[in-house]
């Protein structure tokens, strides 16, 4: 099945260790979005890449950077790892098609950071 | 600014019964409006969408919304819960002006609990 896969699942991590999370589709999207879910709490976008084109959301902070080698993966670095970075990291995928967003984000499973 | 609320953070249904878990929005033109489920530990599964046409959407797992313009709501609705519907439940609306378009702005998330 085509799916978003995230790797790895859970991730531990200690303060101030550079800490990279995987994210991988089959579904040949040509857009990649990075969310980061505090508990119980809304997505928060990150950034995205619309095929290679980076695309940085203005409050995300410089210790967050990304990668997309090819179209089928994108990595998210976090560089110094703080206690507040502890969360749920959400990678999604879309295909603009037709009129311009209207296309749909599917979800990887997350991968959970934790930070000693 | 564009914007969607979910008034309720926990909505508490008997198995069997009809649940609605409610959100309004607030857009600049036509709104693309989209409800998630997110099981502990677990991605976004994506549900249904408004786009335009039938304000009736039907989607996955017997779910269905309604989109009352007058209003402004995007309600989601099953006429007979099951415990396994326990969840998280996210609305979303699509950013479609301004510096960050394309995104997707959630609300806050409601926990439905179903009991048997």
């Known amino acids: 099945d085509a799916m978003v896969i995230q790797n790895p699942r859970y991730q531990v991590t200690q303060f101030g260790k550079p800490v990279t999370l995987s994210c991988s589709q089959t579904?040949?999207?040509?857009?990649m979005y990075w969310y980061q879910q505090k508990s119980s709490q809304a997505p928060k976008l990150l950034f995205h890449?619309?095929?290679?084109?980076?695309?940085n959301e203005a409050d995300t902070p410089d210790n967050f950077q990304s990668r997309r080698p090819n179209t089928s993966f994108c990595f998210l670095d976090i560089r110094s790892p703080g206690l507040g970075d502890a969360a749920m990291y959400l990678c999604?995928?879309?295909?603009?098609?037709?009129?311009?967003?209207?296309?749909?984000?599917?979800f990887g499973p997350g991968t959970r950071l934790t930070v000693l | 600014a564009q914007s969607v609320a979910q008034p309720e953070d926990q909505v508490n249904v008997a198995e069997g019964n009809p649940l609605t878990v409610k959100c309004t929005y607030s857009?600049?033109?036509?709104?693309?409006l989209f409800w998630y489920v997110q099981y502990p530990n677990r991605g976004l599964q994506f549900l249904l969408k408004?786009?335009?046409?039938?304000?009736l959407v039907k989607g996955s797992y017997g779910f269905e919304a309604e989109f009352n313009k007058s209003q402004t709501s995007f309600h989601l609705k099953k006429p007979s819960a099951l415990v396994s519907d326990s969840a998280l439940y996210f609305c979303?609306?699509?950013?479609?002006?301004?510096?960050?378009?394309?995104?997707?702005?959630f609300g806050k998330g409601t926990k439905l609990s179903v009991k048997p």
């Open positions: 890449y619309y095929d290679k084109d980076f695309n």
């Open positions: 408004y786009i335009t046409g039938d304000n």
């Open positions: 979303a609306v699509r950013h479609v002006y301004g510096g960050s378009q394309g995104n997707l702005i």
């Open positions: 999604a995928t879309s295909r603009p098609q037709g009129a311009r967003f209207t296309d749909t984000q599917y």
């Open positions: 579904l040949n999207h040509n857009v």
């Open positions: 857009v600049s033109g036509n709104p693309y």
